[in-house]
């Protein structure tokens, strides 16, 4: 037998004992089978249980109808932190459009002066429904890429179902047909973007080894109209560790300039000038800093401190400089936005002279503009409605040389009790049209909110939104949601959401919305203080936050539910296991749980930044102490928990919870299971199976913290 055979036998060996040795310490990993045989047929026993139980309550069905009516409400806003519910392409504006006739949705479009009015005529360009009943298939709209400065052509991404992973189908918009013969790919997790008419940048999954461990695309070709995929030229090739690699452009045509981006990680990448000669030019930046094109000009946002022409800039901060002076060695970094104990940039961008800054104060936005139409840039604070949550989109068309929306830009208001306005705004000026109004979605007659803070363990001061119903008192005796999410700097706002309203609310319930560590209500150093070694910070500050609201008499134990999805499905699932004393519901949606295995199924390994590897033995005993499969005990008592997530999860394997549910079943604890069969990582694919989700889990609440509750 020759060396390398032997290695081979040996290798396939310890795979094998390794795995031996898994399937005795995890009984359930049969549950990681999403669609076997087996496994569906444990989720549709416990589907069946769940709903037998909640759908019998008394007022299921009005629930369900109050929740379905203000999902399908004729006034709808399209939100601007979607960008694929509304975008402006050329002469129109494009929505996606949902309701209880078309379900999957309507592509539509119409001019900006149309959209103003209050009923705009729409021009019908896709039929999602129709389309769906003509193929056969499940379709979920995911995106739409098209080509500047026509927008004829576009890249339309639809998902099966609603996965991560999609379709590519080549769109014309003028005769609303897909091209035939046009660009395709089959189902993957693709990044395409346009070079020019006949040729794509395009990351997808070419064969075997051509995706990176987090299932993203490794490679990014150059492809040509009319070519075999196979034979599209390779521009940039990472490695399998990486997290995924893609292209950013601006503009098309000749000048278009194009960055390949290598993610090291989910917070590092390599960001590389793609230059006309096929060379490649890596941009000195730190690796943690987030670039982006702006004419002449480069804007670097920074995650850590960085010192840069005799200056040290901290994380946060948001610089501006000189594109060719870049490549000199001159940039002429100037700060725009430098961040602040409460004060931190939640997003910015850029009409054809201005840069708007969407700063977080406090957890209440406050816009801000910079003026470059002339030689010094002025600054201004723009006068907006606060406290609350401002969403702004750029309406300025760089592809378009005579743009006549060049300074103009969307801007969204609402907060926990004022309905969502979508006005339009002028750079330069604090003058808005507003375009659009919703109606009230629940009565707020009565309500007030506050904003109080906890002391975490280790004395950081925590804050957090109370939203009071009518007549409320400091009792202890207030059926009480605290919400949660703490990861990813992803920052929980005050914004209007009917479903708390109809479903919670106006029926007597207290909502606490918590901005705990981990999150990125203020900053870097905020989300980067509650990762990894110092996860456990996160679920601290919950525990501070849910004592916080006992103390003030707002709730006691019996009257306290908690709620959070994905990494907030992990945030409630350790703390539940950690202090089930002090709540008695529990819902946990779309969850990471079993984080000795996340790593290994679907996009998992992207995450290793954030929580750290648990195959590195010192990584593994920090995240040990607080994963929840592993820690769930069976002599520990634990409140019913509501354990909800979608079989095509692609994203957050739906495997996590389903072994979480077995598990606490085996050890005599009564979890509710439910998994809906499409929705993707958003748990619904249409206004109909969110109804359903969102009723099942109010019932499940008020079965739990309602008035039978000692």
């Known amino acids: 037998m020759n060396a390398t055979l032997s290695l081979s036998l040996a290798a396939l060996c310890a795979a094998s004992a390794a795995a031996s040795a898994l399937a005795q310490t995890d009984p359930y990993l049969w549950l990681e089978d999403v669609t076997g045989e087996r496994a ?3 989720v549709k026993e416990r589907n069946a249980q769940t709903e037998a139980l909640l759908k019998s309550r008394a007022d299921f069905p009005a629930l369900r109808a109050e929740l379905l009516e203000a999902l399908n409400a004729s006034d709808r806003i399209p939100r601007l932190d979607r960008p694929g519910q509304i975008q402006r392409l050329g002469d129109f504006i ?15 479009r119409t001019s900006l002066a149309e959209f103003a009015k209050p009923d705009p005529q729409w021009e019908l360009v896709l039929d999602l429904d129709q389309l769906g009943r003509l193929e056969g298939k499940s379709w979920v709209f995911s995106s739409a890429n098209c080509l500047a400065p026509a927008y004829r052509r576009c890249l339309m991404q639809l998902s099966p179902g609603g996965s991560d992973a999609t379709v590519l189908r080549e ?13 395709e790919l089959p189902e993957a997790k693709s990044q395409v973007e346009w070079r020019d008419a006949d040729h794509l940048f395009v990351g997808t999954d070419f064969g075997p080894g051509s995706l990176t461990d987090s299932g993203y695309p490794r490679i990014t070709r150059l492809w040509q109209r009319g070519k075999p995929l196979a034979s599209a030229r390779t521009v940039f090739e990472g490695q399998q560790k990486d997290t995924w690699v893609g292209v950013q452009v601006d503009g098309h045509g000749r000048g278009q300039r194009a960055l390949v981006q290598r993610a090291l990680d989910f917070y590092r990448a390599e960001y590389h000038w793609l230059q006309a000669d096929g060379r490649l030019r890596k941009l000195p930046l730190p690796l943690d800093a987030q670039p982006r094109l702006w004419g002449e000009r480069l804007l670097v946002q920074l995650r850590s401190d960085w010192t840069t022409g005799g200056r040290t800039h901290p994380a946060g901060t948001l610089l501006v400089g000189s594109w060719s002076g870049l490549w000199q060695g001159r940039p002429g970094f100037r700060a725009l936005f430098e961040p602040s104990a409460t004060r931190s940039l939640d997003a910015y961008v850029t009409t054809r002279r201005h840069v708007l800054l969407n700063v977080a104060d406090n957890v209440a936005s406050r816009l801000e503009e910079w003026d470059f139409s002339t030689r010094k840039p002025q600054r201004r604070e723009v006068k907006a409605p606060f406290p609350g949550k401002l969403d702004i989109r750029s309406l300025h068309d760089s592809d378009l040389k005579n743009d006549p929306l060049a300074d103009r830009y969307l801007v969204a208001y609402a907060d926990f009790l004022t309905p969502d306005t979508l006005s339009l705004g002028t750079a330069g000026s604090d003058e808005r049209l507003r375009l659009k109004a919703r109606r009230a979605g629940f009565d707020a007659s009565g309500m007030r909110v506050e904003q109080q803070f906890a002391t975490s363990k280790d004395g950081t001061r925590v804050p957090y939104f109370v939203i009071f ?22 920052s929980m706002d005050s914004g209007y959401r009917t479903s708390w309203g109809r479903g919670w609310l106006q029926r007597g319930g207290v909502f606490v919305l918590s901005n705990i560590r981990g999150g990125g209500e203020f900053g870097p150093a905020w989300h ?11 679920y601290d500050d919950f525990i501070a936050v849910a004592e916080d609201l006992v103390r003030r008499g707002i709730t006691r134990p019996q009257r306290l539910g908690i709620m959070g999805g994905s990494n907030g499905g992990l945030l409630v699932g350790a703390v539940a296991v950690q202090r089930p004393e002090l709540f008695n519901a529990v819902v946990c949606q779309v969850p990471l749980l079993d984080m000795q295995r996340y790593h290994k199924l679907l996009a998992g390994a992207s995450w290793m930044a954030e929580y750290g590897d648990p195959d590195q033995p010192a990584q593994w005993a920090f995240i040990s102490k607080y994963s929840p499969y592993q820690n769930v005990q069976a002599g520990k008592k634990q409140p019913r928990w509501l354990i909800n997530t979608s079989t095509k999860d692609d994203r957050v394997h739906p495997g996590h919870a389903r072994k979480m549910a077995a598990r606490m079943l085996e050890q005599g604890h009564a979890p509710l299971y439910w998994e809906n069969i499409e929705g993707g990582h958003g748990g619904a694919a249409d206004n109909e199976q969110r109804a359903t989700w969102q009723a099942l889990e109010y019932s499940y609440l008020w079965s739990q913290l309602g008035e039978g509750v000692r």
Do not use: C, H
Not at 471 to 487: C, S
């Open 40 to 42: 569906m047929a444990w």
């Open 94 to 108: 494009y929505t996606l459009w949902q309701d209880d006739k078309n379900k999957r949705g309507l592509w539509r």
């Open 171 to 183: 769109f014309d918009t003028v005769d609303k047909v897909f091209v035939k013969g046009g660009f």
């Open 469 to 490: 119903p009518k007549g409320a008192k400091t009792d202890g005796n207030n059926p009480t949601l605290l919400y949660g999410y703490g990861g990813f700097e992803v």
């Open 528 to 538: 980067q203080s509650a990762i990894l070694q110092n996860k456990q910070r996160s």
